[in-house]
């Protein structure tokens, strides 16, 4: 399985973005979809994730402001960043669970300043 995540970018305060993670392989029709983000000296937080059925979660500090959603059809998972903040700065990285074993795409920088 591979996972290429794209989309991020340099982005103003209070504007927004949208990454995609598209994965390859054999992926299996349950599966779980989440998006990390990381940056130096913090631990890498959970964004939000979705499962194959629909069901969403999302970190405190993102709730009202991102939406993940995804494409089954092309294995695609998406993350909506609307009302961005200096403290979204991070590298994102997209994982997928499926049969007991953990995948990671190789992470795509957003970071948000004037």
């Known amino acids: 399985v591979q996972l290429q995540a794209s989309g991020g970018g340099l982005v103003q305060p209070g504007g927004s973005l949208r990454l995609s993670c598209a994965a390859s392989g054999t992926i299996f029709s349950i599966n779980t979809m989440t998006w990390y983000r990381q940056t130096p000296g913090k631990q890498r937080e959970l964004v939000a994730f979705?499962?194959?059925?629909?069901?969403?979660n999302y970190a405190d500090s993102v709730k009202g402001r991102f939406t993940i959603s995804r494409d089954n059809a092309k294995n695609t998972v998406y993350l909506q960043m609307n009302s961005l903040k200096p403290g979204d700065t991070a590298v994102y990285l997209c994982?997928?669970?499926?049969?007991?074993?953990?995948?990671w795409g190789q992470g795509t920088l957003v970071t948000v300043s004037s």
């Open positions: 979705i499962t194959s059925g629909g069901s969403t």
């Open positions: 994982n997928l669970r499926q049969s007991a074993r953990s995948y």
